[in-house]
């Protein structure tokens, strides 16, 4: 009997000791902090960021003075609100409860430092404020996720997709964008469009200087030179000065012009002057067979590529049938500005004229509305 306890206390003593091993050596799970954020930048603002993926894909932003650039592509301006979006998503991230803490894990859940979908480098100046590592993803919403400073791997509510690993896809799209109030004149299809300020366009609406019939207290485009019974289409001439102004680029072709571009036999020549005096220029190719087509803006002195949809609808725009209308007719532009139309010779009562008085030998009796009414 003696002998079977001090053999119980002997297994007793190695469970407790085998315990306090484990402890130590095996996964610490019970080390995490639910709800505690993924990682800390110790107060330090973020103005450095390198975004690796597999296969050797990466880019790099970093901030200056103006906004973020992507340094390795010439110092084109990235999109700043994506950059920014894309850090606060990141600095929100929480750390659940660990998935995995082994070695074999991490390769397990893409999140090694051989074996990741991205590799987020986060510092400022020459400091390394933190590095993640973002895998596999368990659904849509989620991915696996883990610190440089930690082995255990966490379930974090982001996606892959968010974490772009190409400078294009950060390429700001609306570089070449600008008020449209400050765009003063255009030259195109042989014609001049100005701007005329409103108090500038007063009653100038049904002359042949081309304003087209707007009401006073309202800016206008005119064409100086257009032909008798011509004037500006209002509306076609806000439509190009709004495309202009909002044009949105596809992708950064380079600095470097190429023959393939079409340039050479552009589809679209035009230029604008803004209020500031800065003149622009503009000359679009043809959209090829890959659905695309080349614009160089002499704004920036990159190529670009934008989708031909956008192209067509500019060249469109641009053209002397959607800048220029017909003249309305006398009595209809007349009957548009609230003014009367004359009577025409013969006539026995003009119209928006008073009712004729009686003449010499009317009896003076007036029609009551009842048949022989007294």
Partial sequence: MEKTIRLLVILLAAQLLLAVGMSFTGPNLAAAHPNKPLFRLGGKPVDHLTIEGPDGASVVLAKQDKG?????????????????????????????????????????????????????????????????????????HHVHARTGKDDAVYTVDFAVYEAPDKAGDWEDKSVLQFPEATLESIDVAGLALHRTPAAASADKGLDNSGSGGKPAGKATWQIDGLANGEIVNQGGAQDLAGKLARLRIGKVLGSEAKPDYGLDKPALMLSATRKDGGKLEYLLGPTGKDGYAVLKSSARPEYFRIPGYTADALIKAAGRAQLVQAAPAPAAAHAAAGQPVSGKPGDSQAVGSKPDTPGPGATGQQVTGKRGGS
């Fill in 68 to 140: 973020w650039v992507l340094p390795d592509n010439g110092g084109f301006p990235a999109d700043r609100t994506q950059v920014d979006t894309l850090l606060s998503r990141l600095e929100a991230l929480k750390r659940g409860l660990p998935v995995a803490t082994t070695s074999g894990a991490l390769k397990r859940f893409k999140v090694s430092d051989e074996r990741f979908e991205r590799r987020v480098k986060l510092e400022h100046g020459d400091d390394l404020l933190a590095t993640l590592y973002l895998g596999s993803s368990p659904d849509v």
